[in-house]
């Protein structure tokens, strides 16, 4: 079973916006932080933004002002709001979140991904 789920991608003109969301499965618990990576065709997986079990979040050069990341605990989700897009921000966009299932142990859960493609 995967332990999250992306949608919300698709394809937008530039300056345009989507909303990705990521769903756990009730399987995750002691979760740490909330993720979003991409990753281009012929790159590196890159970080996009995160947002800590405290509510502090982080976002990635390339995206701070134009993103947003937020979670609902109730649907046990997590949401990255992508607005003022740019054809740059084409990639697949994974959900990842990290766990610690045991003292001293970290784990990273990853979504399937979802793709986004920014183009007139």
């Known amino acids: 079973q995967v332990p999250l789920v992306e949608s919300g991608g698709g394809l937008v003109q530039p300056g345009g916006s989507l909303k990705l969301s990521c769903t756990a499965s009730?399987?995750?618990?002691?979760?740490?932080?909330r993720n979003w990576y991409r990753q281009a065709p012929g790159s590196e997986r890159e970080f996009v933004a995160s947002i800590h079990s405290s509510g502090a979040t982080n976002y990635a050069d390339s995206v701070r002002g134009r993103f947003t990341i937020s979670r609902d605990y109730a649907k046990n989700m997590v949401s990255l709001q992508m607005n003022s897009l740019k054809p740059e921000d084409t990639a697949v966009y994974y959900c990842m979140w990290q766990t610690i299932p045991d003292i001293g142990k970290k784990l990273d859960n990853w979504g399937r991904g979802t793709q986004v493609t920014v183009s007139s």
């Open positions: 009730a399987s995750l618990s002691h979760v740490i932080t």
